[in-house]
């Protein structure tokens, strides 16, 4: 993509294990955020990073952002059945937001 | 749960029907817009709205054309459907700059 990409495309993992996936950009965001999309539905919001901050938690998610690096990652902790489904990452500024293709994570129980 | 809802969540027709995809929320937001995505795939912006008449093409070509004529309401029209508008339509809203809510989308197939 031209706006930068997720990996890894897939990931399975067993439950109670921890999941991190990474996204990347090419351009200067103001924020990045984190969507989760179960199979055919959706995009529900997890959580958003602001270009000055640097890490952020959320119940059992954590971001980090750096953007040195112009790359971000959220890690799953104690992953459960229930989050299997597709993590997008969605790098913006202000009013407009681009996609990747996002990575599949399944775990099983 | 968001407050943002799209019909039909299904929709099978043939080549070259006019069809609407129909987008409503209830939150009174400002900016709605619409993606599409094959399976798997990105999501590609292809039209967006910063309120009541404005309507801005996004970052993907698309045949399709939208109207915003009350807040609420953000529908999609394709003149005629071809088999290369088969694919998932997402709608959503936003008020803040930042997150956005999203419709459980309307998967498309053109025979």
């Known amino acids: 993509s031209q706006q930068g990409e997720e990996d890894p495309q897939a990931l399975s993992i067993q439950e109670g294990e921890n999941a991190t996936m990474n996204c990347s950009y090419k351009?200067?965001?103001?924020?990045l955020q984190w969507y989760r999309q179960n199979s055919g539905r959706g995009l529900v919001h997890l959580i958003l990073?602001?270009?000055?901050?640097r890490e952020k938690h959320s119940g059992r998610l954590r971001v980090t952002l750096d953007t040195s690096k112009k790359s971000s990652s959220l890690l799953i902790t104690a992953s459960r059945a229930a989050d299997t489904a597709s993590y997008f990452c969605a790098r913006g500024n202000f009013n407009k937001f681009y996609f990747g293709s996002g990575t599949k994570l399944n775990v099983k129980p | 749960e968001a407050d943002i809802y799209q019909t039909p969540r299904y929709l099978v027709i043939g080549t070259g029907k006019k069809i609407t995809l129909e987008c409503s929320q209830t939150?009174?937001?400002?900016?709605m817009y619409w993606y599409q995505q094959d399976p798997g795939m990105e999501l590609h912006l292809i039209h967006y709205?910063?309120?009541?008449?404005?309507?801005e093409k996004g970052d993907l070509s698309s045949e399709s054309t939208v109207s915003r004529i009350r807040t609420e309401h953000f529908p999609l029209t394709l003149e005629s459907a071809r088999p290369s508008h088969t694919s998932q339509y997402l709608c959503?809203?936003?008020?803040?700059?930042?997150?956005?809510?999203f419709g459980p989308g309307t998967r498309l197939t053109v025979l």
């Open positions: 939150m009174g937001h400002d900016k």
């Open positions: 959503a809203s936003s008020e803040k700059p930042y997150e956005q809510f």
């Open positions: 990073i602001r270009s000055n901050e």
């Open positions: 351009t200067s965001i103001n924020n």
């Open positions: 709205s910063y309120g009541v008449n404005s309507t």
